[in-house]
């Protein structure tokens, strides 16, 4: 709240001084008036009693709007090198106010952290307290068909899940994902060598679903292949998050979207349905990572897949 309160006055300064030079201004002065203007974006009309997860998110804001510019113009060229008393003036408060920002920043990330890790144990208790003893008939509370929920078959979808090695003793988010990943990770080293044979075969003459279901494993593979033999629930949640990244502009893939039963030779179809499983089974764990972390994590993470 004290750095909304000092930025507030830097702007009132940084506005009247450069009204004063009347278009003319110092290099080092338009570059802090512009800096100053970026913080009050962000700091600026904070809530009276922030929170921690609200403290996160303006940490998260204000590093977005110095993204490409770290430290800013005028923290890195200006400060010590200011032509005049008003440069000056404006260089040391916005240094003063950057350095505890950036200190506030450190501590609320540290803060988001132990907040996660605190949500992950409480949620790893409940899983484990309130989950049913295992049962030789089904699947506990693991019904194929509500695990697929977010499929676009949720038939293949549940029978490839009901497939899993384990899948049936499995009883928290975590164990689900850690089960569901690595059986992805199997299957798309299977894939990729199919689509590495049969792509071969065609001496550059692929068709185009073809083509593009090996271009999607290869994407796949490139996240899911060497997971480590067992991951914790941070390193599930991290695999998760680099395949939504790796598809993030292309969601679902054209494999998936436009090649499932459409394709025009048995290779094609073969490898259009190892890739639609592999997505459904990576789908159904993120959607149980989503539930041991559910904040959102980048500026344009989008936590779903399609």
């Known amino acids: 709240m004290c750095q909304a309160n000092k930025t507030t006055e830097a702007k009132a300064l940084a506005d009247t001084v450069l009204a004063a030079t009347k278009g003319k201004a110092p290099y080092c002065l338009e570059a802090c ?87 992950l144990l409480l949620i790893s208790t409940v899983d484990s307290s309130e989950a049913p003893a295992p049962t030789t008939t089904g699947l506990n509370n693991n019904d194929p068909q509500k695990l697929c929920l977010g499929a676009s078959d949720r038939e293949s979808c549940a029978k490839v899940i009901e497939s899993i090695p384990g899948i049936q003793a499995a009883n928290t988010a975590g164990n689900i994902s850690d089960l569901c990943l690595h059986f992805a990770a199997n299957k798309t080293t299977e894939a990729k060598a199919l689509a590495d044979t049969v792509l071969a075969a065609t001496k550059g003459e692929a068709p185009y679903c073809l083509e593009a279901c090996a271009k999607n494993v290869s994407s796949m593979a490139d996240v899911l292949v060497d997971l480590p033999a067992k991951q914790d629930d941070m390193n599930a949640y991290l695999t998760a998050k680099n395949f939504r990244a790796k598809f993030k502009h292309e969601d ?18 073969l490898l259009a349905n190892k890739f639609h499983d592999i997505w459904n089974v990576v789908k159904v764990a993120n959607s149980q990572i989503e539930l041991m972390f559910p904040w959102p994590d980048g500026e344009d993470d989008d936590s779903d897949l399609a």
């Not at 494999?255 to 048995?266: F, G, H, I, L, P």
Request: contains cysteine; aromatic residues 6%.
């Open 252 to 269: 679902p893939p054209i494999c998936e979207k436009d090649c499932r039963n459409k394709s025009s030779t048995a290779d094609e179809t």
């Open 33 to 119: 008036a512009k800096n100053v203007s970026s913080m009050a974006d962000v700091l600026v009309d904070l809530p009276a009693k922030q929170d921690d997860m609200n403290a996160y998110l303006t940490a998260k804001n204000f590093r977005a709007k110095f993204k490409h510019e770290d430290p800013p113009i005028y923290e890195k060229d200006c400060r010590n090198k200011s032509s005049t008393a008003d440069e000056t003036l404006l260089a040391n408060k916005f240094h003063d106010i950057w350095n505890v920002q950036v200190s506030t920043m450190d501590g609320s990330s540290h803060c988001f952290v132990l907040l996660s890790l605190l949500l």
